[in-house]
């Protein structure tokens, strides 16, 4: 039973490029939740996907993008890259089922993102 | 006020004994709430899930709600040196989203 996969575990970038963050969610899993962890602090919430669609987000910036594709896997983006966005960013995949989401989030390993 | 509390720690204690480890959150609407553990350089994994006032215990694990004081607990009995990390407190808030606290550092002295 594959778990959740990110890509890549650890990338080094400068202020201003841009950068793409890869993620699968767990088998039978169809909603996809991506998270920022700086150092010594919780996972801070970005967005969720359900269905192709941004379902809801956090209080991040619109330099902050993503997308899922029908596969559920999903892209985390984010453009003009600052020094502050360097952090460990968390994929979290669960289940939505009807109306409700099971809230138990799995994690992957996270992509350590470093911008210098 | 932040959505999640937790103190930061480190709480540390001795090998057998009993860690308790408390959470506070803000929205009252909440129903489904979660324990996460998160060893040094790994990602948090979950270990507890509690929707309903009172008790939920799992092997050395108790998770306790109260939603009328908007506070949830873990209590780990029989302390091991392999339970030394950091919990994070989760709330599933109104909207699909789950908030995190910051989390408290746990020690477990051999």
């Known amino acids: 039973d594959a778990g959740v996969t990110q890509s890549p575990t650890h990338l080094i970038k400068t202020r201003g490029q841009q950068v793409t963050l890869r993620c699968s969610p767990k088998?039978?899993?169809?909603?996809v939740s991506w998270y920022q962890q700086a150092l010594g602090q919780g996972p801070q919430f970005i967005f969720q996907?359900?269905?192709?669609?941004?379902?809801q987000r956090g209080n991040f910036p619109d330099r902050f993008s993503g997308h899922q594709f029908p596969n559920y896997s999903s892209e985390l983006n984010v453009n003009a890259l600052l020094l502050g966005d360097s952090a460990l960013y968390l994929c979290?995949?669960?289940?939505?089922?009807?109306?409700?989401?099971?809230?138990?989030?799995?994690f992957g390993e996270g992509s350590r993102l470093t911008v210098l | 006020q932040k959505e999640v509390e937790q103190n930061s720690g480190p709480l540390s204690v001795p090998e057998g004994a009993i860690a308790s480890l408390n959470c506070t959150y803000s929205?009252?609407?909440?129903?489904?709430f979660f324990w996460y553990r998160q060893y040094s350089g790994k990602s948090p994994e979950l270990i507890m899930s509690i929707y309903s006032n009172g008790d939920k215990e799992d092997g050395r694990f108790t998770a306790q709600l109260n939603k009328a004081s908007q506070y949830v607990s873990l209590l780990i009995r029989d302390s091991q040196p392999s339970d030394s990390a950091t919990y994070l407190c989760a709330v599933e808030t109104g909207g699909f989203k789950t908030i995190f606290g910051a989390g408290t550092r746990l020690f477990v002295k051999a």
């Open positions: 929205d009252r609407g909440s129903q489904s």
């Open positions: 996907y359900y269905e192709e669609e941004e379902r």
């Open positions: 088998s039978g899993h169809d909603t």
């Open positions: 979290a995949s669960s289940l939505t089922s009807g109306v409700s989401n099971t809230g138990e989030l799995f």
